[in-house]
């Protein structure tokens, strides 16, 4: 491997894309091959926020090609019922029904919204993760589903799904949110059965880099699709303008990065993990393009981004590799996350850093708009 030269951060975004579609030049190959899973859908999420800036009808088209491969004319496909990962590919069907006007990708929305209606809740109403972790919610499930239902609730009417959204974070905020950190748990079991359970608490007992990624990325999609009148609104930007102060707090000043167990970066078996520093920059980024952070956030955000790009590496094919991704994982000890085993180009690590590549464009091309203002 080859470390890469120095380009504009929409050129990498685009690298790190025309990369996978030379490997999988067939989207529906990408892994896992020819399934509905939150995998490809980050990646092509990433791709989607990238085709909106540059306008290039390959990335769109790219899109399509996956969700045709498993979504038929009528509007039927194969996905899992009981979990909440299933709905976050959904997120590729409102651009594409929105493009074409096909009633199969509104069919194929219908589906996953009335998904929602069939999942275990705890005592509460906070959907379970999945049925086999019962009674349990996962920070990682705040972006899985509920962007998906704001965005249904903007594109179809069903404005009921915004305080559902709204009602999802805040039982993640109240049960999972560490006072003295300011950070949240990767998960909370109601029933206090799990073996990594607080007895108390219920809570799990780490910081996990990629599932606070997750719940920045969420929160920051809302307030974009949140109407500026809707109740809890302003609570939820009070609550991601603290969360950025957070984060800046924890990032590690020499690489710019995070680490996988955030809080615990003196450890010398901790270690600095890609994709949840690639969400982390992208959160930072929105929360200065949103107004709800300063200078402080922008240069996090710029320092991460160097960070990133000082790791990336390329192949003998010239191709863009992502190294030090963890790979999907349930919750548990510190143990359990510092042995997680490390990918390269894995499919959501890859989508968030072209998620990141994407947001700080337009957070330096802004800055220099802003410059020539005052000039």
């Known amino acids: 491997m080859t470390m890469l030269g120095s380009d504009t951060p929409l050129t990498w975004a685009r690298k790190a894309c025309d990369s996978l579609m030379n490997i999988y030049v067939d989207a529906g190959t990408l892994p896992p091959a020819h399934r509905w899973h939150y995998h490809q859908g980050v990646f092509l999420c990433g791709m989607e926020q990238l085709w909106e800036v540059v306008q290039d009808e390959k990335y769109i088209q790219y899109i399509q090609q996956y969700v045709d491969d498993l979504v038929d004319e009528q509007g039927n496909f194969m996905f899992a019922r009981d979990e909440l990962d299933t709905v976050q590919a959904g997120l590729l069907l409102f651009a594409l029904y929105e493009r074409t006007g096909l009633a199969k990708y509104r069919s194929a ?65 109240e049960h999972m949110r560490d006072e003295k950190t300011g950070l949240l748990y990767h998960a909370w079991d109601e029933s206090r059965r799990m073996p990594w ?18 719940y920045g990325l969420a929160v920051s999609q809302f307030l974009d699709l949140l109407p500026a009148e809707e109740p809890g609104r302003v609570e939820l930007a009070e609550v991601l303008s603290s969360f950025v102060r957070t984060l800046i707090r924890y990032q590690d000043k020499e690489s710019g990065l995070w680490y996988q167990v955030v809080d615990k970066g003196e450890r010398p078996d901790n270690w600095l993990e890609t994709s949840g520093s690639c969400l982390f920059v992208y959160t930072l980024a ?90």
């Open 109 to 173: 929305a219908d589906k996953l919204r009335y998904l929602l209606l069939t999942l275990n809740r705890t005592s509460e109403g906070g959907y379970w993760h999945k049925d086999k972790y019962p009674y349990q919610m996962w920070l990682d499930g705040l972006y899985m589903a509920g962007v998906f239902s704001l965005k249904y609730a903007n594109t179809f009417g069903e404005t009921g799904l915004r305080a559902e959204v709204l009602h999802q974070e805040k039982l993640m905020r």
């Open 197 to 214: 359970a607080d007895p108390q608490t219920g809570c799990s007992p780490e910081f996990w880099s990629r599932s606070l990624g997750w």
């Open 286 to 375: 929105k929360a200065v393009q949103q107004g709800l952070a300063g200078e402080e956030a922008r240069q996090a955000a710029v320092r991460g981004y160097e960070g990133l790009i000082r790791v990336v590496e390329e192949d003998d094919k010239g191709w863009l590799v992502l190294p030090d991704i963890c790979i999907g994982t349930s919750a548990g000890d510190y143990d359990h996350y510092a042995a997680r085993p490390k990918v390269k180009n894995d499919l959501h690590g890859v989508g968030a850093f072209v998620m990141a590549c994407a947001q700080i464009e337009i957070l330096l091309n802004r800055r220099e708009n802003q410059a020539d203002v005052h000039v």
